[in-house]
């Protein structure tokens, strides 16, 4: 079983559309269009499932690079998602500089 990443999909493209885009070339077990948890509107990319490595092989050789409507397909293995560093979603810790305080002028009396 290898997991396939589809990226520069056009947002109208559904599942069943992505299923069939790579169902000419083997089994497709599964096929996933990635969309915004908010919206529900596709963020253009998805992921494809396919039995056989080998077939696996030749969607992703033919079809990178392709045009699929109107848009240049990006197609290759999908790598496991990397741990997210921080734990809670990148909202940077340490901002430089110092907000306030002890600044110099007005009415402070340090």
Request: glycine share 24%; hydrophobic share 25%.
């Amino acid at each position: 079983m290898k997991k396939i990443y589809v990226g520069g999909l056009p947002f109208s493209t559904t599942e069943d559309e992505l299923n069939g885009l790579f169902a000419s070339y083997g089994k497709v077990s599964s096929a996933k269009i990635i969309t915004d948890k908010f919206s529900g509107q596709s963020r253009g990319f998805g992921f494809v499932e396919m039995e056989d490595d080998g077939e696996a092989t030749g969607a992703m050789e033919k079809l990178n690079g392709s045009d699929f409507g109107g848009r240049k397909l990006t197609v290759n293995e999908a790598r496991p998602m990397e741990p997210r560093s921080g734990g809670k979603g990148g909202f940077g810790g340490g901002r430089g500089g110092d907000r306030g305080g002890r600044g110099g002028g007005g009415f402070s009396k340090w």
